[in-house]
């Protein structure tokens, strides 16, 4: 989906102080940036910032940054941080793929990648946030040991990933092909998320541990 462009996008975030446009500066001082040395849980792809914002709400004692290269859809979770008064979360308007640009080796306790775009193209699949050169890329960042929390609604993409996630040398340690709501309490539906499942369809979850080189 192409969100219309929001051109006051832009410029509130860059009064937002909770907003870093320049990340690059806190490689390796993000725990410094928070004032505390409580984890780190990073979504990646986190478009309107509701599964952020909404984690950062009941779990005060952990630490989340959200990305996405699209400001037209993180605006929207960076007014939240504000008006939810949330000192536990910072955002970067950012590409995934310059992600080593921005955090320390073992600086992250957690990725959450949720409903990322499928890519069903071949040609085009390198963009899937899932895809092996990330995932090498996010087990540099994360600490050993340290979890990938992956949801989605397509079974192309979950199955690729899959086979990604254990040519990258993680361990599967859940592979759900049909996340049932009840069957996790805890589990807090994404924006994308909560539109798969009112039409019907099943939500993929897996979790996946990068293991000590
Ligand atoms: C389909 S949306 C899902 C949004 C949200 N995670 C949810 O579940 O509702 C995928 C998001 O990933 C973002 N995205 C895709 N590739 C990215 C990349 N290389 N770096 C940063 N964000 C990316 C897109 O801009 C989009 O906002």
């Not at 806190?26 to 040395?37: L, Q």
């Not at 890329?137 to 690729?160: A, E, H, R, W």
């Not at 009840?182 to 939500?203: A, C, H, M, S």
Request: net charge negative; glycine share 4%.
């Amino acid at each position: 989906m192409r969100l219309r462009k929001k051109h006051f996008a832009i410029p509130e975030m860059h009064e937002n102080p909770y907003v870093f446009f320049e990340g690059q500066k806190y490689k390796g001082k993000w725990r410094e940036v928070f004032g505390n040395d409580n984890p780190i849980y990073l979504e990646i792809g986190a478009g309107k910032g509701k599964f952020t914002i909404e984690s950062a709400m009941i779990n005060q004692d952990i630490n989340y940054i959200m990305v996405d290269f699209e400001t037209n859809a993180l605006i929207y979770g960076t007014r939240q941080i504000i008006e939810r008064e949330l000192t536990n979360v910072r955002a970067m308007p950012i590409n995934a793929e310059h992600i080593l640009d921005y955090f320390e080796e073992n600086e992250i306790d957690r990725i959450y990648i949720n409903f990322c775009n499928p890519w069903p193209k071949v040609r085009h699949q390198k963009r899937r946030l899932t895809y092996p050169s990330l995932l090498d890329k996010y087990k540099i960042i994360l600490k050993p040991n340290s979890q990938i929390y992956f949801k989605t609604d397509d079974l192309d993409l979950f199955q690729d990933s899959l086979d990604y996630f254990s040519l990258c040398g993680y361990s599967t340690l859940i592979a759900d092909f049909d996340m049932e709501e009840d069957e996790y309490p805890q589990n807090i539906v994404t924006e994308y998320e909560r539109k798969f499942r009112n039409l019907g369809e099943k939500i993929k979850f897996g979790v996946f541990e990068a293991n000590v080189n």
